[in-house]
């Protein structure tokens, strides 16, 4: 069967005007980037194995390293219908620097608030253990981010409500 794209409902940015929110949703961790970085700091530099026990992740090396990633597709379902979406950034390699511009049209930006999330222990870890530039830090994972919602600014805290209330 074929089916009919509804033109109205695709997400593609083109709506994104200056003052709109950005909602971003906790990843569960690395997910699948960075992992060439993850080597050399853990298992070359530092000597370390799956089995280590890091008592910062409460985990071992392992366990963290294989934390499933987080899919954002019931966060997006719970907001669909009642949230106007704007944009969408799935947070990948690049970081949010590297992924969140591709959603803006033209010469709209950003401001991300550092510091208005909680980093998870692992790439605070990395960032320490490995000494890697904070910057560097920033390009090649999400920082605990994983996905960032771009919406009209009146409607930002009924969809962090709404996502909280469906466990994000």
Same mark, same amino acid.
């Given at each position: 069967? %074929?089916?009919? $794209?509804?033109?109205?409902?695709?997400? &593609?940015?083109?709506?994104?005007?200056?003052? &709109?929110?950005?909602?971003?949703? @906790?990843?569960?961790?690395?997910?699948?980037?960075?992992?060439?970085?993850?080597?050399?700091?853990?298992?070359?530099?530092?000597?370390? &194995?799956?089995?280590?026990?890091?008592?910062?992740?409460?985990?071992?090396?392992?366990?963290? *390293? *294989?934390?499933?990633?987080?899919?954002? $597709?019931?966060?997006?379902?719970?907001?669909?219908?009642?949230?106007?979406?704007?944009? #969408?950034?799935? #947070?990948?390699?690049?970081?949010?620097?590297?992924?969140?511009?591709?959603? !803006?049209?033209?010469? %709209?930006?950003?401001?991300?608030?550092?510091?208005?999330?909680?980093?998870?222990?692992? !790439?605070?870890?990395?960032?320490?253990?490995?000494?890697?530039?904070?910057?560097?830090?920033?390009?090649?994972?999400?920082?605990?981010?994983?996905?960032?919602?771009?919406?009209?600014?009146?409607? @930002?805290?009924?969809?962090?409500?709404?996502?909280?209330?469906?466990?994000?």
């Amino acid at each position: 069967a %074929v089916g009919v $794209v509804d033109k109205a409902k695709i997400i &593609d940015g083109g709506d994104i005007r200056e003052g &709109d929110a950005l909602v971003g949703l @906790a990843s569960s961790g690395l997910h699948s980037n960075g992992y060439s970085l993850v080597r050399k700091v853990f298992f070359e530099h530092r000597k370390m &194995d799956v089995s280590t026990h890091v008592p910062e992740l409460g985990a071992t090396l392992g366990d963290e *390293l *294989l934390r499933p990633t987080r899919i954002y $597709v019931k966060a997006f379902n719970a907001l669909k219908e009642r949230i106007r979406i704007k944009g #969408i950034a799935h #947070i990948t390699g690049g970081g949010i620097p590297g992924n969140l511009p591709r959603v !803006f049209p033209g010469e %709209v930006g950003a401001v991300v608030r550092e510091g208005s999330w909680p980093v998870p222990a692992i !790439f605070r870890l990395i960032e320490k253990t490995g000494n890697v530039p904070a910057n560097d830090m920033k390009r090649t994972f999400n920082m605990g981010i994983g996905y960032i919602l771009v919406v009209p600014e009146k409607e @930002a805290g009924d969809a962090v409500g709404l996502l909280q209330e469906a466990g994000f």
